[in-house]
């Protein structure tokens, strides 16, 4: 088995767990309360921020152009295209701008960026990518489990057709062949560690929906 195939199996109890999130079910079937996806674009408009910086990172660190094109242009997707996404999601869902200005990253959210903020700052460029690749995976995952169970009409139907989408399944698979290509390379012990943030921030992308549905603030 490869060794992107062996991580994705670890963490077969964690994606199972995701995709059984009742914020996620209540998004497929249009229940889930307008004020838990305000809570959740809020945040994610603050983790694709640092997730951009991360991403910028990636591509500055990455040993080959075929890194720094993917990365660099997923810092820049993550800024426009996600974006422009949230744009519209705040005007049909009612968020204003002192709202957006006013959001504070939840312990989820700052833990997550935080955790991928110290992956760049402090460990190797192959922990770094294994860190980076769940936000493309599991989201992908989730896309294409929501699509076919998602109600139509569905107020939340651009977020599921965005992670369900064919390109974002290309994206997925090319960030999953640089992990896999930056594993074959590196020693069992690196392996190892690539494998170990690979399931934390697989563990982060469960808190942050759960983080959203509970519409999680800080408890002191
Ligand atoms: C918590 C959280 N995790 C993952 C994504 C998905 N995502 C964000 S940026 C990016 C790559 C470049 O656009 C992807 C796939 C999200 N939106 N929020």
């Known amino acids: 088995m490869s060794f992107c195939d062996t991580i994705w199996q670890d963490v077969a109890p964690l994606r199972r767990a995701i995709l059984a999130q ?6 497929a079937d249009g229940s889930l309360p307008t004020e838990s996806f305000r809570h959740y674009m809020l945040q994610d408009s603050l983790y694709l921020a640092e997730y951009a910086r991360v991403l910028a990172i990636a591509a ?3 040993p080959t ?3 720094r094109l993917e990365f660099s242009d997923g810092a820049k997707v993550a800024v426009q295209v996600e974006q422009a996404l949230h744009q519209a999601f705040f005007v049909q869902f009612g968020v204003t701008p002192e709202m957006a200005r006013q959001a504070e990253a939840t312990p989820a959210c700052l833990g997550y960026t935080s955790y991928l903020a110290s992956l760049a700052a402090t460990r190797s ?8 690749l769940p936000c493309f995976w599991v989201y992908w995952e989730v896309g294409c489990d929501i699509k076919p169970r998602a109600v139509s009409p569905n107020p939340y139907a651009a977020w599921i057709d965005t992670y369900a989408a064919p390109s974002f399944g290309e994206a997925t698979d090319r960030v999953r062949a640089l992990v896999g290509e930056a594993a074959a ?7 190892a560690a690539m494998a170990t943030a690979f399931r934390n921030a697989t563990r982060y992308e469960w808190m942050f929906w ?3 549905y509970r519409r999680e603030t800080w408890p002191i």
Do not use: V
């Open 210 to 212: 759960d983080s959203a």
């Open 125 to 132: 460029y192959e922990e770094l990518i294994a860190g980076i």
């Open 22 to 27: 009742p914020f996620l079910a209540e998004l």
């Open 60 to 62: 500055a660190r990455a």
């Open 185 to 191: 390379s590196a020693t069992p012990t690196t392996r």
């Open 65 to 67: 152009a075929a890194g």
